[in-house]
């Protein structure tokens, strides 16, 4: 898989069977949060006690209860939302392959600390997975993402697991020894898949377009059959495959039960910056709105107002923030002759984590893939895990605090020092990203190594010796 080089065996054991031992780590930090006396519902009498104040609160246990989970109902076949953004019946708020994985995740259980046994069983292959790949990708980097603190930490708080193989399954089948026309297809459909999953993947198929329009590996693995620099049918069917796995996936849901398949959608779109959000919108631009000294009546008018600015410039400035990653990606391709798609993928994912009004703790499994392929200081790194442990402890504690009515000063600098010690990094690691280089620079599939040329031979290039990003 390695350009050159190959993974050491010793080393992928030890990346497989470390991550192992994180995600069963990382399952009994939440299982202490579901254990005996059950309610008549299946809940755990110990979970609205300890869930903040012990930090092994996870969605999976909590969404137990609320979205029919616990009834078995198959998901968005049925129910909807209120105006007011109340989810109802069968519906859940992610993307239907998510309602799939909690749905059979529920078909055994029958208490909260039954659900979330049976969903860690199904995710945790998932970890093992991404974990397999990172190694065959980039060797020992990748145990970062096999003991680091967010595996333990996010491993079984909501369903991201999946999600992430599937994204960093299209780094993987990209570097595979196949026409580059293939890889993208395959890489497109695994993103679309990431799509249908948690939506954050399909946002890389447009940077993988460009990769494969201009020809892969500095240009060299353009068909035979192109004329001209672009290929712009190997592009079209990277989007239509992306399109069309996205459209086979939802259509069914879309068609039986319309209601309950848009409310996923509209659950987000209706969500609020609030304390649960996490993000510098709540903790940063909202204290422009409300002050302590309002009126109840002014403190509502200065509430919609803020959620109705966050509404607009939230997406707003995601899709400008994309824009500017694809560009620049666009200006190292003239020096560089290769499109950086890893990179400029990498860096949409932080423009995402800034500017979007939620940033929930366990979107950092989604960057930890990104911190192991590129190759940016380990320094940074470091400093990011570091605000994200403040974070994701901090916020637990701070709730627990609130909830007692003790005094929460110290809980909510941690947290003020994780919301903004990681957007000040996001900030960073945007730019840094772009001007990383990959940790393997044979993720970059070489023309020469047997796939450059739908037709099986490779398109001669004056730059064969550009560099791989």
């Known amino acids: 898989m390695r350009s050159g080089q190959r993974t050491s065996m010793a080393t992928m054991v030890a990346v497989v069977s470390l991550c192992a031992l994180t995600l069963t780590l990382g399952y009994f930090n939440k299982a202490r949060c579901a254990v005996a006396p059950f309610l008549d519902n299946g809940r755990s009498t110990a979970f609205d006690t300890v869930k903040d104040s012990w930090v092994c609160y996870s969605d999976i246990q909590f969404l137990w209860l609320g979205r029919d989970i616990d009834n078995h109902v198959f998901p968005y076949l049925s129910g909807g939302i209120t105006p007011n953004g109340i989810l109802t019946g069968g519906t859940v708020e992610y993307p239907v392959l998510s309602g799939l994985l909690m749905w059979l995740g529920a078909i055994p259980s029958h208490t909260d600390a039954e659900f979330l046994l049976y969903s860690s069983a199904l995710l945790a292959p998932f970890g093992l997975l991404t974990a397999w790949m990172l190694g065959r990708l980039a060797g020992k980097p990748a145990l970062l993402w096999s003991v680091g603190p967010p595996l333990v930490l996010y491993a079984f708080h909501n369903w991201e697991l999946p999600v992430v193989a599937a994204a960093v399954g299209a780094v993987f089948v990209m570097a595979l020894r196949i026409p580059l026309r293939t890889r993208g297809i395959l890489a497109a459909i695994l993103l679309a898949i990431g799509f249908c999953l948690k939506l954050y993947p399909g946002a890389f198929v447009l940077p993988l377009l460009l990769y494969v329009a201009y020809g892969g590996n500095g240009g060299r693995e353009l068909p035979n059959t192109v004329r001209g620099r672009f290929d712009i049918q190997g592009a079209l069917g990277v989007a239509m495959a992306a399109i069309g796995t996205v459209v086979a996936i939802n259509l069914p849901f879309a068609v039986l039960g319309y209601e309950g398949w848009r409310a996923s959608f509209a659950f987000q779109t209706l969500r609020q910056a609030d304390i649960t959000t996490n993000s510098v919108w709540y903790w940063g631009v909202r204290h422009l709105y409300i002050t302590d000294s309002m009126t109840p009546e002014d403190y509502l008018r200065a509430e919609a107002s803020f959620q109705d600015t966050v509404d607009v410039l939230s997406p707003l400035l995601?899709?400008?923030?994309?824009?500017?990653?694809?560009?620049?990606?666009?200006?190292?391709?003239?020096?560089?002759?290769?499109?950086?798609?890893?990179?400029?993928?990498?860096?949409?994912?932080?423009?995402?984590?800034?500017?979007?009004?939620?940033?929930?703790?366990?979107?950092?499994?989604?960057?930890?893939?990104?911190?192991?392929?590129?190759?940016?200081?380990?320094?940074?790194?470091?400093?990011?895990?570091?605000?994200?442990?403040?974070?994701?402890?901090?916020?637990?504690?701070?709730?627990?605090?609130?909830?007692?009515?003790?005094?929460?000063?110290?809980?909510?600098?941690?947290?003020?020092?994780?919301?903004?010690?990681?957007?000040?990094?996001?900030?960073?690691?945007?730019?840094?990203?772009?001007?990383?280089?990959?940790?393997?620079?044979?993720?970059?599939?070489?023309?020469?190594?047997?796939?450059?040329?739908?037709?099986?031979?490779?398109?001669?290039?004056?730059?064969?010796?550009?560099?791989?990003?």
């Open 318 to 469: 995601v899709f400008m923030a994309f824009g500017l990653a694809l560009w620049l990606g666009l200006r190292k391709m003239k020096v560089e002759h290769t499109y950086p798609w890893i990179a400029v993928s990498g860096s949409m994912l932080c423009g995402f984590l800034l500017l979007h009004k939620v940033h929930s703790p366990q979107y950092t499994l989604w960057l930890v893939p990104f911190f192991v392929l590129l190759r940016v200081p380990w320094a940074l790194v470091g400093a990011y895990l570091v605000a994200d442990l403040s974070m994701g402890i901090g916020v637990f504690k701070y709730f627990g605090a609130l909830t007692e009515g003790s005094d929460s000063t110290t809980e909510k600098v941690f947290v003020e020092v994780g919301v903004w010690g990681r957007a000040v990094l996001l900030v960073v690691f945007f730019f840094v990203f772009l001007r990383a280089g990959l940790r393997n620079p044979g993720l970059t599939q070489p023309a020469d190594a047997g796939g450059g040329s739908d037709t099986g031979t490779s398109k001669a290039d004056m730059r064969s010796n550009a560099p791989t990003q």
